[in-house]
C-alpha cells in the first residue's frame, strides 16, 4: 500500500518540479529582458532627439545668419545721408546681389514708416508694385510686429500660401536712421525652398525631419520616416523672432535596424536557461558556480552601456565641430559679400563721376554758350528784360556747372586715377576748408610716390569719412591730416581737437554702427578688406584715426 501511495504521488511530483522549471525560467527571462528592452528604446528616443538638437542648431545658425545678411542690407538704407538718398541703380546692384545670394529669395519691397509700398524689385529683375495680396497674408500683421519692437529686430511673419501652391514667409528689416525707424525692408522667401538648402547637409544622417509653425506643416525631407510603435517622433521647438517652429525627427528604417539590438530577445532566451540552470544548480549543490555567471553577465552589461555612452559623446563633439565649421563659412560668406559691395560702390561713383563730367557738365556748357549768344541778340534788339533775363540764367547754368563738377570730383577725382592720393589729398583738404570753414594742416611724405589702387581709394574714403565727422560731429575748428609710408605699408593719421567720440559709438557692434551711420562702419570694413589696422582713440580733447595698410599684400 506505501509502494502504491509512492506510485500514485510521483507523476504530481514531477509535475509541480517541471511547472517550477518553467515558472522560474519565464520569470527569470523577463527579469533580464524587461530593463534591456526599455534601455534600448531610452537610447533610441536619445539618438532621435540628438538628431532634432542637431538639425534645430544647424537651422538656427543659418537663419540667424540669414537674417543678418537682410539686417545689412537694410543698413545701407539707414546709412544714406539726409536728403541724398542712394540712387535706384545703386539699390538694384546691391538688392540684385543679395538675390542672387540667396536663390530662394522671390521678391526685395521697400515700405514707408506708413507701411505704404515704395518700390519692389523682383528675382526675374522686374522693378515695380507687386502682385495682389494673397488671402492670409500676414503682410500688414508682420509690419505692426516690427514697428512695435524697441530694439528694432527683424521679424518673421507665419508662414503662408502663394496663389501658385507654394508656402512662403516674410522678413521684415527696420531701417532705422539716428535711432528712429525710417521704413521697413521686407523679404519674401520660398519656405520650402530655402529649408531645403538649409538642411541639405543633414539628409545623409539617417532620419527624417519636418519643420511645423502651429497645426501645419511648412517642410519635410524624403525618405521613409515616419513615426511608428518602436521609435515615436522626437520634437525640439526653434524660437525665431516673431514666430516659433517645431521640428520633428524620426530614425529612417535602416537606421532604425542599426539601433534596434537583439541581445533583450537574446538575453530573455539565455534568462530562461539560467533559471533552470539555477534550479539545477542549486538542486545539484552548484551555488557557487552560478554566482560567477550572473557576475560576468553584469560585467559585459556595464561594458555596453559605457560603449553606447561613449559613442553618445563621440557624436555630440562631432555635431559641435559641424556646427563651428557652418559658422566659419557663414562668417567668409558675409566678409565676402561686404567687399564686394563696397567694390561695387566704388566702381559705381567712379562710373557717375565719369559720365557728370564727360557728358552733363558738356551739355550745361553748351547751353551757357548758347544763352550768352542769345543775351547778346537781346542787347541787340535792344530787350533790356529779356536781356536780364539771359543774363540769369547764364549765372545760373555756370553755377550748375560749378556745382555738378563738384560733385564728380568728391564722387571719384579722376585726378586719384591718373596722379595719386599725394595731388588728389591737397585739392580735396582745400575745398573741403572751403567749405566747411575748418582749417586742415596737410602733411605728406615728400617722396610718397604711387600706391596701390586699393589703397589709394581706401585711404582717400577714410579721409572724407573723417573729415566729414569732424564737421559734422566734433566741433573742432581745426583738423590735421599727415600720410607716410615705408617698405612695408601706408600710414594715414586724421587728428582734430573736438569733443570726441562716445565709447558706445567707438564700439564695433550693430547697435553702435546703426547710430553712427556709414562712417566709422565703413572705415573698419575697408581697412579689414586690405588686412590692416585701424586704431581710433578718442577723449574729451580730441579724436585721432590712424589707419594701417600694407604693401606688399596689396600688390601681390
Same mark, same amino acid.
Given at each position: 500500500m506505501a509502494e502504491e501511495s509512492v506510485a500514485r504521488t510521483s507523476p504530481g511530483v514531477k509535475g509541480v518540479r517541471a511547472a517550477t522549471f518553467v515558472l522560474t525560467g519565464l520569470a527569470a527571462s523577463f527579469a533580464l529582458w524587461y530593463p534591456l528592452e526599455i534601455d534600448e528604446q531610452a537610447h533610441i528616443r536619445r539618438l532621435t532627439e540628438q538628431a532634432a538638437m542637431s538639425v534645430r542648431a544647424d537651422l538656427e545658425a543659418d537663419v540667424r545668419t540669414r537674417l543678418l545678411a537682410q539686417v545689412r542690407l537694410a543698413e545701407l538704407w539707414g546709412w544714406e545721408e539726409p536728403g541724398t538718398p542712394l540712387s535706384t541703380l545703386e539699390w538694384t546692384l546691391n538688392c540684385r546681389l543679395f538675390l542672387e545670394h540667396y536663390p530662394?529669395? !522671390?521678391? !526685395?519691397?521697400?515700405?514707408?514708416? /506708413?507701411? +505704404?509700398?515704395?518700390?519692389?524689385?523682383? +528675382?526675374?529683375?522686374?522693378?515695380? %508694385?507687386? $502682385?495682389?495680396? $494673397?488671402? @492670409?497674408?500676414?503682410?500688414? #500683421?508682420v509690419l505692426h510686429a516690427a514697428a512695435s519692437r524697441h530694439d528694432w529686430h527683424t521679424v518673421i511673419s507665419r508662414a503662408f500660401h502663394l496663389p501658385d501652391g507654394r508656402t512662403a514667409v516674410r522678413i521684415v528689416a527696420p531701417v532705422v536712421r539716428q535711432g528712429l525707424p525710417t521704413g521697413f525692408l521686407v523679404d519674401t522667401l520660398d519656405a520650402r525652398a530655402a529649408l531645403a538648402t538649409m538642411l541639405s547637409d543633414d539628409d545623409g544622417l539617417g532620419y527624417s525631419f519636418s519643420v511645423r509653425e502651429g497645426t501645419g506643416e511648412i517642410y519635410r525631407t524624403a525618405g521613409d520616416g515616419a513615426a511608428n510603435g518602436k521609435a515615436p517622433a522626437q520634437e525640439v521647438e526653434l524660437a525665431l523672432p516673431g514666430i516659433t517652429w517645431r521640428i520633428q525627427a524620426w530614425p529612417d528604417t535602416a537606421t532604425l535596424s542599426q539601433m534596434d539590438s537583439s541581445m533583450p530577445e537574446l538575453t530573455g532566451a539565455l534568462g530562461g536557461l539560467l533559471g533552470s540552470a539555477l534550479l539545477l544548480t542549486l538542486?545539484? @549543490?552548484?551555488?557557487?558556480?552560478? +554566482?560567477?555567471?550572473?557576475?560576468?553577465? #553584469? +560585467?559585459? !552589461?556595464?561594458?555596453?552601456?559605457?560603449q553606447k555612452r561613449t559613442a553618445d559623446l563621440q557624436q555630440a563633439n562631432e555635431h559641435l565641430v559641424a556646427q563651428f565649421a557652418e559658422r566659419v563659412r557663414a562668417e567668409h560668406s558675409l566678409r565676402h559679400l561686404s567687399g564686394r559691395l563696397l567694390r561695387l560702390q566704388d566702381e559705381e561713383r567712379r562710373r557717375i563721376a565719369r559720365e557728370l563730367h564727360d557728358s552733363t557738365t558738356q551739355m550745361l556748357g553748351a547751353a551757357a554758350i548758347n544763352a550768352d549768344q542769345a543775351q547778346q541778340l537781346a542787347e541787340n534788339h535792344r530787350d533790356p528784360e529779356l536781356s536780364g533775363l539771359l543774363r540769369d540764367c547764364t549765372k545760373f547754368l555756370d553755377q550748375v #556747372?560749378? /556745382?555738378?563738377? #563738384?560733385?564728380?570730383?568728391?564722387?571719384?577725382?579722376?585726378?586719384?586715377?591718373?596722379?595719386? !592720393?599725394?595731388?588728389v589729398l591737397p585739392w580735396y583738404v582745400d575745398g573741403f576748408s572751403k567749405r566747411s570753414g575748418i582749417s586742415v594742416d596737410l602733411d605728406i611724405q615728400p617722396d610718397l610716390g604711387r600706391l596701390p589702387e586699393e589703397v589709394e581709394i581706401a585711404f582717400f574714403r577714410i579721409t572724407q569719412e573723417a573729415l566729414t565727422n569732424v564737421h559734422h560731429h566734433s566741433g573742432s575748428a581745426t583738423a590735421s591730416i599727415t600720410l607716410f609710408r615705408d617698405a612695408g605699408a601706408a600710414t594715414l593719421v586724421v587728428e582734430d581737437q573736438g569733443c570726441g567720440v562716445p565709447d558706445a559709438v567707438l564700439e564695433?557692434?550693430?547697435?553702435?554702427?546703426? %547710430?553712427? @551711420?556709414?562712417?566709422?562702419? @565703413?572705415?573698419? /570694413?575697408?581697412?579689414?578688406?586690405?588686412?590692416?589696422?585701424? /586704431?581710433?582713440t578718442s577723449s574729451p580733447q580730441g579724436t585721432t584715426i590712424r589707419a594701417v595698410l600694407p604693401l606688399a599684400a596689396v600688390a601681390g
Open positions: 530662394s529669395d !522671390l521678391t !526685395l519691397q521697400w515700405f514707408d514708416p /506708413e507701411y +505704404r509700398l515704395l518700390w519692389t524689385l523682383h +528675382r526675374d529683375g522686374q522693378i515695380g %508694385n507687386s $502682385p495682389a495680396t $494673397p488671402p @492670409g497674408d500676414p503682410l500688414q #500683421t538542486h545539484f @549543490g552548484r551555488a557557487a558556480q552560478s +554566482r560567477s555567471r550572473e557576475l560576468r553577465q #553584469t +560585467r559585459d !552589461l556595464l561594458e555596453m552601456r559605457v #556747372t560749378t /556745382e555738378i563738377r #563738384t560733385v564728380s570730383y568728391l564722387l571719384h577725382p579722376p585726378v586719384l586715377d591718373e596722379l595719386g !592720393l599725394e595731388y564695433p557692434t550693430k547697435e553702435a554702427i546703426a %547710430n553712427l @551711420g556709414v562712417g566709422i562702419a @565703413g572705415m573698419r /570694413e575697408r581697412v579689414r578688406q586690405l588686412a590692416g589696422e585701424l /586704431e581710433i
